[in-house]
């Protein structure tokens, strides 16, 4: 059975920072491209950042240089770490694993509320 559980929501104040995990269980992890997206209220999912196999990572424009994906195969364990955070990155945040086309695999999401 294939879970992907994450952790590290919360409420942060602007300029903060908060830290994500997203623990994988039932794929082998170190075979999947693992990525973050987020979806707020009234808009559609959009992709924050992913990290390949191999650890070639890429970021929305809105989260570079303000952002950072980091994935530990020997925890099968995603991360990212979230600075300078805004009120507009107040969103359900979620991860994904994917292999291939037919193989896409989603956590149940956690919420980050940026606001003061």
């Known amino acids: 059975q294939v879970q992907l559980v994450e952790s590290g929501g919360g409420l942060v104040q602007p300029g903060g920072s908060l830290s994500l995990s997203c623990a994988a269980s039932?794929?082998?992890?170190?075979?999947?491209?693992m990525g973050w997206y987020r979806q707020a209220p009234g808009k559609q999912r959009e992709l924050v950042a992913a990290i390949s196999s191999g650890g070639v990572t890429n970021y929305a424009d809105s989260v570079k240089g303000r952002f950072t994906i980091s994935r530990d195969n020997a925890k099968k364990t995603v991360y990212l770490q979230m600075n300078s955070l805004k009120p507009e990155d107040t969103a359900v945040y979620s991860c994904?694993?994917?292999?291939?086309?037919?193989?896409?695999?989603w956590g149940q999401g956690t919420q980050v509320t940026v606001s003061s």
């Open positions: 994904k694993g994917s292999l291939g086309v037919q193989r896409n695999y």
């Open positions: 039932g794929i082998i992890f170190s075979s999947y491209t």
